[in-house]
C-alpha cells in the first residue's frame, strides 16, 4: 500500500502542471451499482495531446467484457476495451500508453456495468492530463533535423512526440547526434525523460544522460520511429540530430580465410546476389548458395537464412575402392587411395597417425608421450615408406606438428616399473598449417558416441608395422609397405584375460575405454602404434568409414597371440570435438 501510495503522489506530481481532472466510475471507491453508466469526453488544445492514466481498475472480469467495460475512444474511434482487475505496474506499462489523442484531438470514454454483478467490484479512477503534442510525420525526407521540443531551450514539460522517418528501401537510415545532449537521468541511472528509436528489428534505448547515442547512429534500416517522451517538471535541454541516408550496402560476407569456402559475385548493395560454393570436390557445402543483400543490410539466402553457409569435409570415403583385405603380418599390401587417412611417422619412433581434418589428426598417447610437441614430422597421400625420403617428387605431403595434446586422463609412463595400464590412449596432434586433401589424403569419420562395439564385428586395421620376412616367415621386419587386414572384435570374455608381463608376472589392465580384436594369422604388430582399426570392413561398397579404434598395445607379436587392444575412439569424441573447438577459436 505504501509503495502504491508513493507511486500515485509520483504522478500526481509529475502531472501537477497539466493536470486537468480525474475521471472515475460512479460510486467509487465503494463500489460501483448494477446498471451504473457513464459517458465523459474532454478535448486538447491546439498543438497538444490529451491523455488519460488509469491508477486503479477493479470491474467484472468477462469475456470480451461483455459485462462490465470501460471503452476509451480517439475522435470516436475506439482504442481500448478494458475490464477485470489490473495492477498498478500492468496499468502503466501497458495500458496508459495507449489512452492518448491526436494532436488537438478528443478522448470520450464510456462506463457501463450489467445486472448480473455477485460480487461488489470498485470501479476504476484516472486522471486526464494535457501534454505538448511534438509528432510529426517525416516521411519521404532523405535528410533533416529533429530536435526535442523547444531547442536549444529547455525541453517542454508532459512532451510526447513521436517522429516517422521512411524511405526508400534500397536506403539506410543514419542519425547524427550532436555532443550537446541534456535528458533528464535519475542518481542512480534510470532514464526520468526519455529518448527511444524504433526500428522494424527491434526498440534501441532508452538513452538520456548527458551522453548521446553513439554517432553516425546506423538504424539498418529504411523505417524508424523516434519517441521522446518527458515528465511534468525540470530544466533540461534535451538533444537534437541530423538525419540523412546512405546507400544499403552489405560488405563483403564474413567467412573464413582458408580459401575453401568460395564467394562468386563483388557488389555488395542491395538487391546484389552473391553465390557460394566449395574450391575442393573433397568438401560438401552446408546450407543455402544464393544470397542477397536485404534492405536491413544483411546478406539473406533464398531461404531466409542470415547465417553463411560452410564447407564440411567429406569423410570416410576413400577416391578408390579398397580392394579385399589380407594380413599386416605377411598380409595385403595398400594402394594408393585405399586408406588415404592413414599417415606415417617415423620419428622418433615409428608408428602411425589418423587423419579426421585438415589440421588435426588422432594417434595413441603411449606413442607421443616422450615427442615435443613441435617435433613430429607426419607423412600422408603415400603407401611406400621409402618416398618420405624424396616426398616432392613423390607428391607426398608433409605435415608438421604445432601442438600434441594428450588426453588427461593418461597415465605417462614414468620408467620405473613396467607400464601394467594404457588407460585413455589417445592424443591430437595439430599441424602447424593446414593441409590440402586429395585423392591420396583425405579424413575418416569419427563414430558415433557410445555407438557400442558389436562381438565378432569385422574392421581393417593398416599400418607400417612389423609383418613376416618374404624370406623367413618366421622372422618379423619392419614393412617399408602399407599393409592391411581384415580382424574381427573378440568377446568382452577373452578381452578380460589380458597377458602377463615377462618381468613382473602382473596382469594388463582392461577397462570399458578398449576393446580387443584379432583373427587366426592377423593382427597389429610393433610400430602399428597410433594406426586405425576402420569399421566397416573395407570393401567395395566405397564408405563411409569410420575410426573406430586406435592401435595402443598387445603381447609381443613373435608369441603370434594375434590379439591386439584398442582404444575405442567412441568414448573419445566429444573430447575430441570440445578439445579442437576450444583451440581454433581462442
Known amino acids: 500500500m505504501l509503495r502504491f501510495s508513493l507511486l500515485l503522489l509520483l504522478f500526481f506530481h509529475s502531472a501537477s502542471s497539466k493536470l486537468l481532472g480525474w475521471v472515475e466510475s460512479p460510486g ?178 532508452p538513452f538520456c544522460g548527458d551522453t548521446p547515442p553513439l554517432s553516425p547512429f546506423h538504424t539498418h534500416s529504411h523505417h524508424a520511429i523516434i519517441h521522446f517522451t518527458s515528465n511534468g517538471f525540470g530544466t533540461n535541454k534535451g538533444f537534437t540530430f541530423h538525419f540523412q541516408t546512405r546507400a544499403v550496402d552489405c560488405g563483403f560476407p564474413d567467412i573464413p580465410e582458408d580459401g575453401i569456402l568460395k564467394v562468386v559475385g563483388s557488389n555488395t548493395q542491395y538487391k546484389d546476389q552473391i553465390q557460394f560454393n566449395c574450391s575442393s570436390k573433397f568438401y560438401t557445402l552446408e546450407g543455402d548458395d544464393t544470397y542477397t543483400c536485404s534492405a536491413s543490410g544483411a546478406w539473406v539466402s533464398d531461404g531466409g537464412r542470415t547465417e553463411m553457409p560452410k564447407c564440411n569435409q567429406i569423410c570416410g570415403i576413400p577416391a578408390k575402392n ?155 621386419v619392419t614393412s617399408r609397405v602399407l599393409k592391411h587386414a581384415q580382424i574381427g572384435v573378440y568377446p568382452l570374455e577373452q578381452c578380460e584375460i589380458t597377458p602377463n608381463l615377462e618381468t613382473t608376472g602382473k596382469r594388463m589392465v582392461f577397462t570399458n575405454n578398449m576393446f580387443c580384436a584379432g583373427a587366426p594369422g592377423r593382427d597389429s604388430c610393433q610400430k602399428d602404434s597410433g594406426g586405425p582399426f576402420v569399421t566397416p570392413l573395407l570393401s567395395l561398397n566405397g564408405g563411409p568409414y569410420y575410426l573406430t579404434g586406435i592401435v595402443s598395445w598387445g603381447p609381443p607379436c613373435d608369441q603370434r597371440m594375434y590379439k591386439g587392444y584398442y582404444t575405442k575412439v567412441e568414448n573419445y569424441v566429444d573430447w575430441i570435438k570440445e578439445t579442437i573447438n576450444k583451440i581454433e577459436t581462442f
Open 28 to 205: 467509487y471507491p465503494s463500489g460501483y451499482l448494477p446498471h451504473a453508466s457513464l459517458n465523459w469526453s474532454r478535448c486538447a488544445s491546439k498543438g497538444h495531446t490529451l491523455s488519460i492514466r488509469l491508477i486503479h481498475l477493479d470491474l467484472e472480469d468477462s469475456q470480451d467484457c461483455e459485462n462490465d467495460a470501460v471503452k476509451v475512444f480517439s475522435n470516436g474511434n475506439l482504442i481500448s476495451v478494458l475490464c477485470g482487475n489490473k495492477e498498478f505496474e500492468e496499468l502503466q506499462s501497458t495500458v496508459n500508453p495507449l489512452l492518448v489523442s491526436a494532436s488537438g484531438g478528443c478522448l470520450s470514454l464510456s462506463f457501463h456495468s450489467d445486472f448480473s454483478n455477485i460480487q461488489r467490484h470498485i470501479g476504476f479512477r484516472g486522471f486526464y492530463s494535457e501534454q505538448v503534442s511534438c509528432s510529426e510525420d517525416l516521411s519521404g525526407l532523405n535528410e533533416g533535423d529533429i530536435s526535442s521540443p523547444s531547442w536549444p531551450g529547455p525541453y517542454a514539460e508532459n512532451a510526447n512526440c513521436q517522429y516517422t522517418l521512411s524511405v526508400e528501401a534500397h536506403l539506410q537510415l543514419e542519425l547524427h547526434f550532436s555532443e550537446a545532449f541534456d535528458v533528464e537521468q535519475s542518481t542512480d541511472g534510470q532514464c526520468i525523460d526519455l529518448l527511444r528509436i524504433e526500428t522494424p528489428s527491434g526498440t534501441l534505448g
Open 322 to 476: 579398397p580392394a579385399s583385405a589380407g594380413r599386416i603380418l605377411g598380409g595385403r599390401n595398400a594402394n594408393l587411395g585405399e586408406i588415404p587417412w592413414h599417415l606415417l611417422i617415423k620419428e622418433p619412433s615409428r608408428g602411425g597417425a589418423t587423419l579426421i581434418n585438415d589440421r588435426w589428426a588422432v594417434t595413441a598417447a603411449s606413442f607421443v608421450e616422450k615427442a615435443e610437441e613441435s617435433s613430429l614430422v607426419l607423412y600422408g597421400g603415400l603407401t611406400d615408406g621409402r618416398t618420405t625420403n624424396n616426398p616432392h617428387v613423390s607428391n607426398v605431403t608433409v605435415m608438421e606438428s604445432e601442438r600434441i595434446i594428450i588426453h588427461p586422463g593418461y597415465s605417462r609412463d614414468t620408467g620405473h616399473a613396467e607400464r601394467t595400464n594404457f588407460d585413455n590412449d589417445i592424443a591430437l596432434i595439430r599441424f602447424s598449417s593446414r593441409v590440402n586433401f586429395g585423392p591420396n589424403l583425405l579424413p575418416i569419420c569419427l563414430p558415433e558416441v557410445n555407438r557400442g562395439m558389436v562381438e565378432n564385428e569385422q574392421g581393417t586395421v593398416s599400418g607400417w608395422g612389423m609383418t613376416e620376412s618374404t624370406v623367413n616367415p618366421k622372422k618379423l
